[in-house]
T-cell receptor, first 116, second 111 residues
Framework: NAGVMQNPRHLVRRRGQEARLRCSPM?????VYWYRQLPEEGLKFMVY????????ESGMPKERFSAEFPKEGPSILRIQQVVRGDSAAYFC??????????????FGPGTRLTVL | GQQVMQIPQYQHVQEGEDFTTYCNSS?????IQWYKQRPGGHPVFLIQ?????EVKKQKRLTFQFGEAKKNSSLHITATQTTDVGTYFC???????????FGTGTRLKVLA
């Protein structure tokens, strides 16, 4: 039973390029969360998605960032026109139930994004 | 907005000593979770507390949820080198979907 998978594990981009981060939730999980972690800091919530729906994107910057979780395929976090401040570790987590009150989030290994 | 603070930020202990990290929320929480993250790794779920005043134990780890559901603590008895990592609490406010993570406590254990 594979865990949450993220790819790539490391991504290097130059300023102005686009970054696409992929997350495949655990089998049977239909809820995905994305978090950003800056070095030496905690995790900051970005967005919560269910299949084909964005439930809460209050933690995501209004510009340049977008997320989707299509009916088929992985969830994707897209960052357009990256800047150096986007350099961070991006983690996704999945859970099987609709109610976060009742369930654990299982984290993927993360994607370390470096913007040159 | 809601904030979740943890103290201390760093803690160095000798192997065998006890360790405690404290988590304080600016708002009342519906539940709280604790995670451990090893250096270079990803957060791993440890436990969830839901009830006011709840206490749960996992071997050498003891977790408490405050009576007012605004604070929590994690206590490790007789630390081992395998306990090294950063411990995060994450609080959920009723009516929301997102967990707010604490600032974390980085634990180093000296052999």
């Amino acid at each position: 039973n594979a865990g949450v998978m993220q790819n790539p594990r490391h991504l290097v981009r130059r300023r102005g390029q686009e970054a696409r981060l992929r997350c495949s939730p655990m089998k049977g999980h239909s809820h995905v969360y994305w978090y950003r972690q800056l070095p030496e800091e905690g995790l900051k919530f970005m967005v919560y998605l269910q299949k084909e729906n964005i439930i809460d994107e209050s933690g995501m910057p209004k510009e340049r960032f977008s997320a989707e979780f299509p009916k088929e395929g992985p969830s994707i976090l897209r960052i357009q026109q990256v800047v150096r401040g986007d350099s961070a570790a991006y983690f996704c987590a999945s859970s099987p139930l609709a109610s976060p009150h009742k369930d654990t989030q299982y984290f993927g290994p993360g994607t370390r994004l470096t913007v040159l | 907005g809601q904030q979740v603070m943890q103290i201390p930020q760093y803690q160095h202990v000798q192997e065998g000593e006890d360790f405690t990290t404290y988590c304080n929320s600016s708002t009342t929480l519906s539940n709280i979770q604790w995670y451990k993250q090893r250096p270079g790794g990803h957060p791993v779920f440890l436990i969830q507390l839901v009830k006011s005043g709840e206490v749960k134990k996992q071997k050498r780890l003891t977790f408490q949820f405050g009576e007012a559901k605004k604070n929590s603590s994690l206590h490790i008895t007789a630390t081992q080198t395998t306990d090294v990592g950063t411990y995060f609490c994450a609080g959920l406010t009723s009516g929301t979907y997102k967990y707010i993570f604490g600032t974390g406590t980085r634990l180093k254990v000296l052999a």
